[in-house]
Structure formats: C-alpha cells, structure tokens
C-alpha cells in the first residue's frame, strides 16, 4: 500500500495524507517540496519520492505505546539524531552527550511525542542529501517543518493503527 501525501496548490507548506480509512491535514517543510535528487541539508523541504516506514519512537512519559504494526521503540532522554553531513553517523540514531551536530528526540514541546522514521536517504545515507526526514506531531495551526511530514496526534494515531510494514509514503 501506498499512502500519498500530496502539496497543497495554494500553499506547498501545507498537504494531505491519503489512504484507506484516512484523509488528514498535515504539515510540510517551511520551503514546500523539492525533488529527492536536489535536497540538500538544511534546506527545510520535503523530499519528494516513496520511501518505507523504519520505525515508530514515542514518548512514555506523555503517551501510551501506539497500536501499530510497526516496529515501536520508546524514546529516552539520551537520544539523538546526527545531522552532520561530515560524520560517520549521519542520519542515525545516536546518544547523547553526542560531539558532532544532532538533534535531540527527547524534547520539551509535543512534536516528538510520536516520530515515524521514514527511509529517506539511509541505504546508505549520502552525506549533506538530508536527514532526520520524519513523520511527527502537527504544532498548532500545522506550522511547517523543517522537512517532515507533520499531523496532529488524533490523525497520527489513527494512521499508525492502519499502516503495515510492507506500506510505503509518497510525497509529491
């Protein structure tokens, strides 16, 4: 199965999520969409493209585990994401306290109450081609992204409840 997310015509910072049982609202990079070819790091655009769904990290502090299909991990406060373009774990999951530039998970607003990691740019991850592209929790108003695919929580749930492992998205 394919679940598509398509950019709105209006504005290319805000999309829908289509597929069986679902159709939501969510929010895209600050700079709308852009080829996977031409992404670049740091550039706050969606990758367009289908990509597999890796896994699901939540937060059990403020959430119950999702019923998904899907591998589940729950985040701690020692993990992070590398975003540096010169490091050997570019785009992987590492812990904290992490020298080179990353991005921590465990943080204090909601947006990373649940992630969805997806397989952008990770067979092998090419250095500056992006990274940290996830599904996550919408902020209010589904300000953009820095790259990500964003719903509110009611939508990600319900998608986590239908989507199987074999599933890709399609963004563009």
């Known amino acids: 199965m394919i679940w598509q997310v398509t ?81 050997k774990a570019y785009n992987k999951l590492v812990r904290l306290p992490y020298g080179p530039s990353h991005e921590k998970l465990w943080r204090d607003d909601d947006v990373y109450d649940v992630i969805v990691e997806l397989g952008h740019n990770d067979a092998p991850p090419v250095a500056g081609k992006g990274s940290a592209i996830f599904m996550h929790i919408a902020r209010e108003g589904y300000t953009p992204t820095e790259g990500c695919i964003a719903l509110k929580l009611e939508d990600m749930l319900a998608f986590l409840r239908l989507v199987k492992p074999e599933d890709q998205i399609k963004i563009g």
């Open 7 to 87: 950019a709105l015509e209006q504005d290319s910072r805000q999309g829908m999520l289509e597929g069986p049982l679902v159709s939501a609202k969510c929010a895209l990079g600050r700079s709308g969409i852009i080829p996977e070819d031409s992404k670049e790091e740091g550039d706050g655009m969606s990758p367009v493209g289908t990509y597999p769904f890796r896994r699901v990290f939540f937060r059990p502090d403020k959430i119950e585990e999702p019923i998904t299909l899907l591998n589940v991990q729950p985040l701690s406060a020692d993990l992070g994401w590398c975003d540096d373009p010169e490091d």
